[in-house]
């Protein structure tokens, strides 16, 4: 006769202390619990909504400028600092953690348009409309003492001039080079006060320049049309606020409107490629962990991101902005990136998404002109028309200070919950759901409006015309005129 006994040994479910958990036996037999699915997807629509609970992505403002933030830069050496310029010439170095000043950099008479530090964090470039560009020592004993809340002040170590007015700055992300863009693009050493190279494609205004992180000897700039001095007055539609119509200033231009994005190689003495579009490209970015990937920020409200081997087509169009697109910057993992726009709204985008995850506003946040991820990419940096820096969490729901492992694993358990159910409608509604202000909504509305009337326009135009006689282009290629080598 054969006997079945239950035998369990105490060292498999006593506790060897007190303080220990205790041991908690699972048999993962699918027939035992036939209502699992239905109790996961629960769970699943619970942490959904717990995030949304818990968004509060909004930290802190950080003042002290007194006019528009038009530029920043982080210090790679050091987590908690960050660099802003302004309107005014006002340079400062913050201390992100007390968001306290700790040391300024007084010396620009205009506009500074570019700030970049080099690889060791030493060294503070900084350029603007005032036709100079200036080294800076970044007082390293200052930052380690910023708990003191110190205001210093320091002098430029250096001070270059040139014959026009800059508009960015960037360094080499391993070298002693940097490059100024401005009238033409000019490569500068730490120790010579003029430049080593220039280039010069066209006769375009380059107002963005990026070094590439896995090749220092390859950089993208972003160029628009020379502006001339005659000046006519325009009648400007805001989408923003179609009510309020207002009278605006309106640059006549020449006959250089390519809206450019060209490759240099300092290796050759002449430039590498060049990539016409059909709008102005505001600001440009490389994936740091896919160094031949890029993603440029466009005037007409989207973002382009581009295989530099491969530039007659874009691998992905990012949607969402209602207005321009001013600065764009990627997180450190690769992964996302954030962007600032003339919306007055900051959000955070997939490397491969079309459209935005997250999307932070308040209601005295004005025109965002620049904006950055933080080193270690837990947080975000915007600068607005409003004199103010912002502190942001990447994640909206994310909880700050130090988690107990419990409470990890539960977070990461909830993580995988929803993204196992994010395909079903209650869980992808409550997911994507973000509230807009009222501008921002309308202007959205009408912006997807206008997108139908032309889409329709399109395709009624190809119905009633020869076969074959007009192709439709992809969004991908759309926006692009042509390229040249």
Known sequence: MKVKVIS????????????????????????????????????ALNAAKLDKIFARPFIGAMDGHIDAISSMAKNPNYLKGIFSGSMDGDIRLWDIANRRTVCRFPGHHGAVRGLTASTDGSTLVSCGT???VRLWNVPVATIMESDNLSDCSSEPRAVYMGENAFWA???????DLFATAGAQVDIWNHNRSQPVNSFKWGTDSVISVRFNPGEPNLLVTSARSKQLSKCVNYYEYNILNPCEPTWNFKMETGSANDRSIILYDLR??????????????????????????????????????YDARKLDEAKCVHKDHVSAVMDIDFSPTGREFVTGSYDRTVRIFQYNGGHSREIYHTKRMQRVFCVKFSCDASYVISGSDDTNLRLWKAKAS??????????????????????????????????????????????????RVMIESERRKDQRRKAHSALGTIVTEPMRKRRIIKEVD
């Open 398 to 447: 994310e909880q700050l200070g130090v988690l107990l492992p419990r409470e990890q694993k539960r977070h990461e358990y909830n993580e995988a919950l929803k993204n196992r159910y994010k395909h079903l409608p209650e869980v992808k509604r409550i997911v994507r759901h973000r509230h807009l202000p009222r501008p921002i909504y309308k202007a959205g509305v009408l912006r």
């Open 8 to 43: 369990r040994s105490t060292d498999e479910f006593t506790r060897e202390r007190s303080q220990d958990l205790q041991r908690v036996f699972h048999n993962f037999d699918p027939n035992l619990r036939t209502q699992e699915k239905a109790v996961e997807y629960q769970r």
């Open 130 to 132: 005032d036709c100079t």
């Open 169 to 175: 700055v960037d360094h080499q992300w391993n070298g």
């Open 268 to 305: 050759v003495s002449s430039p590498a490629r060049k990539l016409i579009m059909r709008t102005k490209t505001n600001s440009i970015s490389w994936n740091p962990m896919e160094p031949m990937n890029f993603t440029a920020a466009n005037e007409d409200c989207n973002c382009y991101s």
